[in-house]
């Protein structure tokens, strides 16, 4: 099995997650036109792969809210790990 690879193109993907509501579904987001280059391009990707309903953004479509919660207990679990060795 290989290994995954956390690309800076994955990390800005999850870095768009991270930015929709956890408590409200209903609120979505709108990447601008004069947001970082590299946030657009995260969205419509996510747009692509059916996480989002919009290219610039909109609403996490139900895949794209499961994903979110995800990304957001895999930060809990690292941010609060005992890193002591």
């Known amino acids: 099995m290989t ?5 800076p193109e994955l990390l800005d993907e999850l870095k768009v997650l ?4 956890p408590v409200n ?6 990447v601008h036109s004069s947001a970082e280059p590299t946030m657009i391009e995260a969205t419509r990707r996510l747009y692509q792969k059916g996480l989002v309903t919009q290219a610039d953004g909109g609403y996490l479509t139900a895949l794209g809210q499961e994903a979110a ?3 957001r207990d895999l930060l809990t679990i690292l941010g609060t790990a005992d ?3």
Do not use: C, W
Not at 18 to 21: A, H, S, T, Y
Not at 25 to 30: P, R, S, T, V, Y
């Open 69 to 71: 919660e995800h990304a």
């Open 83 to 85: 890193v002591t060795t």
């Open 18 to 21: 991270g930015l929709f509501n």
């Open 25 to 30: 579904h209903q609120e979505g987001i709108k």
């Open 3 to 7: 290994q995954p690879r956390y690309t």
